[in-house]
């Protein structure tokens, strides 16, 4: 298996700065921080496959969202044995993507939100999925 190419395939933002800068307040509790990993199969042909990693950052406060960021990154695969067997794709996307994708997305988001002109979010190497 060999890495051919992989891609930006799609992202988006909102940043409501009312909204984000008052949860961010040193008036109120540190706000929710919530950070989404999904791994799936996009495509199975002969000698190669592509997966795609879905990731969202959303920092809210009682159901108010100040800020997402979300991106999907696609990995395009080779193999060296033709067919290929689904169950391989499946384990390797399920276990092993996001080795791949993961440092993508997480300087993906730390570069956008540096870009909207508030302090750079870092998703942590483990990712707990909730900061409260």
Not at 21 to 45: C, G, M, V
Not at 54 to 62: G, P, R, W
Not at 69 to 78: K, L, N, P, T
Not at 96 to 110: D, G, H, K
């Amino acid at each position: 298996m060999s890495l051919f190419g992989l891609g930006l395939k799609s992202s988006s933002a909102l940043l409501d700065r009312t909204i984000y800068w008052s949860i961010n307040s040193a008036k109120k509790k540190e706000p929710t921080r919530k950070f989404n990993e999904t791994y799936r199969i996009s495509r199975i042909a002969e000698d190669f496959f592509e997966s795609e990693g879905v990731f969202e950052l959303i920092m809210s406060e009682s159901g108010h969202v100040g800020l997402r960021v979300e991106c999907i990154f696609e990995a395009h695969i080779h193999t060296t044995t033709a067919p290929i067997r689904k169950e391989m794709v499946e384990r390797f996307t399920s276990a092993e993507l996001r080795l791949i994708l993961l440092p993508y997305a997480r300087q993906f988001v730390s570069s956008m939100t540096a870009q909207m002109q508030i302090p750079p979010v870092i998703i942590p190497l483990a990712n707990d999925t909730e900061h409260p």
